[in-house]
């Protein structure tokens, strides 16, 4: 699955098993919400700790320009953003590393429950 010598890599693991535990048991075509309501419950059984729609600001140029929400923040130090599309495309992936980096956070996840398989990658800010 994840390679250990990830940063994170333990949590990572967790968070992608339970969306292959909600994935394999709710299955694809459902909106995205009926995810994240689910996915509470598989990370709470799994003892992870996390926030859902964790709202962080957005800065530019050292102002405050708003705020954004991340689906989900793990640990307090890894982003999920999920999606519920029949394939991902790039615009999610640059959706999902832009929120890394406005973020500041190192580690992330998209994961996507709307394919008939689920589909996750594992993204990195090189930036931090």
């Known amino acids: 699955m994840i390679k250990p010598e990830y940063k994170y890599s333990a949590f990572t693991e967790k968070i992608i098993g339970c969306a292959m535990r909600v994935h394999s048991a709710l299955g694809n075509g459902f909106q995205e919400v009926i995810y994240q309501r689910a996915l509470v419950f598989e ?63 190192e580690v992330g996840l998209l994961i996507n429950f709307g394919a008939r398989s689920l589909q996750y990658k594992r993204l990195v800010n090189n930036k931090v």
């Open 43 to 105: 990370m709470t059984d799994s003892g992870l700790s996390f926030s859902r729609e964790h709202e962080m600001p957005i800065f530019y140029k050292n102002h405050n320009i708003g705020t954004r929400r991340v689906d989900f923040l793990v640990a307090e130090v890894i982003s999920v953003e999920i999606k519920a599309v029949t394939a991902l495309e790039d615009v999610h992936l640059a959706q999902a590393i832009n929120y890394l980096e406005a973020y500041n956070l």
